[in-house]
């Protein structure tokens, strides 16, 4: 009998001990949605687009370089002697609506995006496994036509590139990222070319200390879409923030800094040898 | 049996009424606010949580407060972003709290208008580092409800606040936090 009654003792009182500390508190939580933030540092994997967008009113100033191969060896520094790059930035046209340009030395090319991030990982009152986003690329190449003689077209300056974002962030430490895409060129070099190509991107983030981490990126080309002498893009690289600025140093075998041409223009391969360095510094300026 | 039951029903009756009887008044708000400042040459940074629960019990004088990290609101997002993820890791750490006392409580009256002050002192515990602080408070009561207001200085380092030398000088070692909550008698 005794020990029923301590039974009841420690039920009675087990909640008042331990609501002792901060008692006059209100205890009951009112359900809450929490929202994960920071999948990946900043709005690129490494050559890709991560589900980031910049915020409102915000202003990220990209500058993108890939250097020569590092086969070249001393004599070329590593690759340094050449490179290929971009300069661009992305807007917040809302927290979740991003736009961006760019222009990039390879092929002349000027390209245009609009992102639209409409799902957010949360968990609490409302659960969402993954944050989503949608975006969409233009590009236009505008190097001098090949053949000036016969009729060109602006439209065959032009080449598309869409892709569904898809990401969860699964520990404090790992995200990962799928992103289905399309990269649609409206001329290609011969008619046995596929002017679509399917790919699928894969995004993995591993954080080394709050502010560095490690990312790694494929680029899955569909069988049968490429060109013979063109290859998947594999990068493997370095996020480090460090307040107001992230700098992404890695290694690649694409020199192309954006969609169409890093996923479908890929000719080097890593197990050639044939990695590059390179870099993207970004710069958040607020209006 | 019977007798025992009735009995251990009456004594835990008892307890639980004596348990919950504070004796004076709970004042309450889950609306304080709380704000904080860091002042350098290089930048300001300034961020305020609206969200903040707090009590105090008008007779023992005691005096609670529970922040959420990531109810800091900061005019830059990329700034909330590193303030959770960087500094305050607010996943592993999501809660700050304050439990503490009104030294002098019987100064305060809260049923006559009027502005009160008294030395309130406590442990304030932020990424679970506790430490003493204590500051004068402001106790303004007008229409039944008191406004607390008070300020004290902290130094970020004491509470496990890693600053990496890159930043170190936008990053005041003195961080000025204001304290300011409306609160209303709850029982």
Redesign the interface.
Known sequence: ?LQ??LI??II??AP?VYAQ??????DVEEPVT?YA??TFKTNRVVNGHSIETV??K?FDFKISHRFGFLSGGLYDLFGLDQATMRIGGDYGIT?NLNVGIGRSTVDKTYDGFVKYKFLKQSTGAKNMPVTAAWISHMGVTTLKWTDPNRENYFSSRLHYTHQLLVARKFT?GLSVQLSPTLVHKNLVDSANLKNDILALGIGVRQKLT??TTLNLEYYYTLPDQLEENKTNVLSVGFDI???GHVFQLFFTNSSGPFEKSFITDTKAKWLDGDVRFGFNIAR?F?F | MKKITILTFAILGLGLVAFTNHGGGIYKTNTGNINFFSHTSVEDITADNHKVKTAFDATSGKIQFSALIKDFEFPKALMQEHFNENYMESTQFPKSTFNGTIENMSVVKTTVDGTYTSKVSGKLTIKDVTKDVSTIGTFTVKSGVVNTKATFTINPEDYNIKIPKTVSGKISREIKITVDADYRHAH
């Open positions: 009998m029923r009654i009841f003792f009675a009182y008042l500390d901060l008692d006059l508190l209100d929490e933030f920071a915020a409102k915000e927290d404090e709050n502010r923030e460090t307040g958040v607020n």
